[in-house]
């Protein structure tokens, strides 16, 4: 074993893909999630695990015998990456690996600290509250007007328990009943005002940022469309050059002390032409095999780079990402409201060169999905069920 990936996932199919195609045995550790990711050719082993917690710790550590040379280990989600952290020294004994330490990685997971942050040192921001406790919900309701969403601090301690991203208040009584829902499952909210616009206004600062803290190189990126629209995932994407929005993200990673891969998501606002923070994640996203085809190849940098070898990325290629699943859905509910024709959407689709699933060298991860997918349509369940996203 050269390589361990954490998490069964889009994101480590493409980091899979990365590391394979550079000669190097990879395995794969994860809870059950995605049921295409072992199919991949570049996956030479896959270990289910039950959970993210201490006993998964515990075998990743007698994954790798005494003496032998220690293999990478790149963390793929946010809970990975804590965990990773949070066991840091152990784990630091058998693998190598390049992330903030606990307290780094904290700083950004949790978007109450993230926008303080913000804050702090200028960077454009949504107007934000932060509730822990029910004595904070009337001056929130105050502070942030509605209507506005709700994010919990801390998203992977929230899907444990609930579905989606966030909420969603239309007024304040809302606003109120919602920030009393969060406190009772224990979780902190940050309401956050809603900034205009289409997903289209959505933008990303991809990067590595090495041992010494440099960043060894960089893409911009922006989503043209989403799933579910408006508050989702990147469906359809592409690298874009806007210098603003790389030097905001790379002012943001260096004040924080980030180490390792990140994306950092800004949205521009079209009544001032500011681009404004949304979130940090302290990891490779979904849409990484966009920026890996755009010749930054970030698994392979993270490698590279916890390896002590020299690295130097191309030169940016513009490319278009596409995700068939995801797309299809956001394509279903915007011809329904009537924005968009199915052949404006085959017209977005066709020039993409980069794909979720999809790959000419390793095919059978989209056909399982693909197939997955037409089951549930041909069945009927394709609206009622949540399916497999492609």
Known sequence: MDALILRASVNSLSAARSLGRAGLEVVVASPPEDPAVPYSRYVSKF???????????ERLL???????QRPFLFATGDEDVLLVARHRERLAEKYVFVIPDYEGVMAVVDKARLYATAEAYGIPHPRFAVVKAAEA????VEQVRTPCYVKPAL????????????ERATDAAELRRILRDFLELRQTAVPLEIIPGEDSDLYGLCTYIDRAGEPLGWRTKRKLRQYP???GDGSLQEIVDEPEVAALGLRLLAVTGHRGAATVEFRKDPRDGRF????INVRTVSGQELVTRSGLDVPLVAYRDAMGLPVSPPPPRQVRWFRFGLDFRAFRDLRKAGRLTTLRWLASVLPSRSFAY??????????????NWLERHLRGQFRRQPGPNL
């Open 62 to 68: 007698a994954l790798v015998p005494e003496g032998a």
């Open 137 to 140: 919900i009337d001056a929130a």
């Open 155 to 166: 998203g992977h301690e929230w899907r444990r328990k609930r579905r989606g991203k966030l």
């Open 47 to 57: 270990i289910a695990l039950d959970a993210l917690d201490e006993a998964a710790v």
């Open 229 to 231: 629209i408006g508050i």
């Open 276 to 279: 404004v923070l949304m979130e």
């Open 358 to 371: 999809f790959a000419w060298d390793d095919p059978l991860p989209f056909l399982v999905r693909f197939g």
